[in-house]
């Protein structure tokens, strides 16, 4: 949500995230503030922590993976943990003044929104669970609340989910109220994308008809499609091999897949002959949401490779290697490839909504 000197009269906007386990939704999160330190100067996004423990997941999470090279740990299926994030930037064309105001209110000038997310396992998915879906991996995020970033992990406060039924209940409630949704798809998890998909959606149908949220026959959710770990060798072969890479204009010359040809990517993706449930994810999205409230991003939490040459090398771009142990660690400096846009985009499509109502 845009916020100004007219905030106390704004709606609220909820941003959630959703995908399947180990579609690294964690690690997605953490890049958040590399993310953000990382863009262009003239965007002037930056992020901070609403509490103590969001401002605690920013720095611990921020540090892991910049200075000890490592991938924050998945969230315990057990645990449900809330964080707030904020984003805030100059208004463009702003003066850059700042003046004297009451604790509370937006400064002039500034545009501000925040997302709230609720962090459970991603097995909470499953079209069919089982007692061993709590025991699940990583973690499924949903926002709400004003401008409000809500993520659940080892910082903040607890909630008591002994009832698995009760957790699910909330928590697609939660994401059933949101405006927006961040979707990871994971490349490598073609074969059973759909089996964590349906449910989610069904009931998301379901509720948004229930509560009279149905447009035109379709969910009333903006969505950001990201395609997940552009930065894996199989995925990056496959994207050039599809023809929709194209080099960076950075020093660094990183390739990149423009937005205008994302959507191409994750449709031949699903479409691809090893795909089967894929394709059901894109029919899905295609019939359950309104196509201009849908958009594509081929997204890297840690980004490539880049060596002493400070070039993009195709022979060595590998960012994630084993460690004797068998443990994964970042190779290299983390650059994050399309973490922050999606949220961007879906705050300004919400935005926009709101103002044509």
Known sequence: MTTTETQSTSRATRIGLWGAPQSGKITFLAALQIAVVNQSTDDGWLITGVDDAASDFLSTSTSHMNRDRIFPNATSANDVHELRWRFVRPTRGGTGRTWWRR??????????????????????FASTRTPNDLAGPAASLFAED????????????????????????????????????VYLFDPFRERDSYEYFQRTLEQLARRSYETGRLRDGRLPHHLAVCVTKFDDPAVFRKAHNYGVVLTGDDRAMTPTVPDDLAGEFFRKLCSDPNGASSLLVMRSIEQYFHTQRVNYFVSSAVGFYIGATGVFQRRDFTNVETTPDGDLRIRGQVTPINVLEPFLWLEKQIRQSLLRT
């Open 103 to 124: 604790p509370g209110r937006a400064m002039s000038g500034q545009t501000v929104f925040e997302v709230q997310l609720l962090d459970v396992s991603g097995d909470m």
């Open 146 to 181: 004003e401008d409000e970033l809500d993520i659940f992990d080892e910082p903040g406060p607890k909630f008591d989910t002994a009832d698995p039924q009760d957790q699910t209940k909330g928590l697609l409630d939660h994401l059933a109220a949101c405006d927006g949704i």
